[in-house]
């Protein structure tokens, strides 16, 4: 299973593509919002540290503006994959950046239908949303186990790439099930590296040496 950081935060990339964990990064507009600051910057930043996929989205509704945007964003790199709304214009402009070369991620993906429509289209990636789902009642990691099904049975190349991941439960759920790619927000990777048992056992090893050491100053590794 692929692991991106769902975030603008350079500081978190830079984090965690040190210790080797990050495949790619997905962002949207709200994401960079968060961050405040130029959005170029960050986009240009970002496109320079990761050398896996990184998803950047477009913000027009209709096709010529997503395709127009959709250029302007794979200059940012050859590694900008282009996030296109689950919309009409959205599948069209992904056809048409897919037969360019463009990959494209389709995001705010809510039903399986949603989704075969998407890898029609050639969607690289579709995102299914699985914690907003879960938010109003419905079950998100059903609709992941759904798409996983379909897309076996027609053999569809799209990744599946579990988008709005809200607990490292979700993740072990999606890695069960066989997604392609979870993308992550920082704090849920942290408390994926978390337990409390490494805490005590890396405290007691410490403690344990530090009294060695007392009977003998000379003692090192
Ligand atoms: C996916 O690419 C989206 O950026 C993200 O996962 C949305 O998650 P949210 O529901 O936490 O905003």
């Known amino acids: 299973m692929k692991i991106f950081l769902d975030t603008a935060n350079l500081e978190s990339i830079r984090k965690y593509n040190d210790m080797g964990l990050l495949d790619g990064i997905t962002t949207n ?28 989205e477009v913000v027009s509704t ?94 569809f190349k799209t990744q599946i790439l579990v988008a709005s991941v809200r607990h490292p439960l979700h993740v072990v759920e999606a890695a069960k099930i066989g997604a392609d790619v979870v993308t992550l927000p920082p704090d849920v990777l942290g408390k994926m590296l978390k337990h409390p048992l490494t805490d005590i056992g890396l405290k007691n090893f410490l403690a344990d040496w530090e009294k060695l050491k007392n009977t003998n100053q000379n003692i090192s590794i």
């Open 29 to 56: 507009p709200s994401l960079l919002s968060k961050e405040g600051g130029d959005p170029k910057k960050a986009m240009d930043e970002i496109t320079r540290i990761i050398k896996g996929d990184v998803s950047l």
């Open 62 to 155: 209709e096709f010529q503006g997503m395709m127009d945007e959709g250029h302007k964003l794979r200059k940012y790199g050859d590694n900008v994959v282009v996030k296109c709304p689950m919309t009409a214009d959205g599948l069209k402009a992904c056809k048409s950046l897919t037969n360019e070369g463009i990959p494209v991620n389709v995001t705010l993906i809510f039903s399986s239908n949603q989704a075969v429509l998407a890898a029609k289209a050639g969607a690289k990636y579709v995102s299914p949303f699985i914690g907003r789902l879960d938010d109003i009642g419905h079950n998100g990691m059903n609709l992941i186990r759904e798409i996983k099904d379909i897309f076996k049975n027609y053999s």
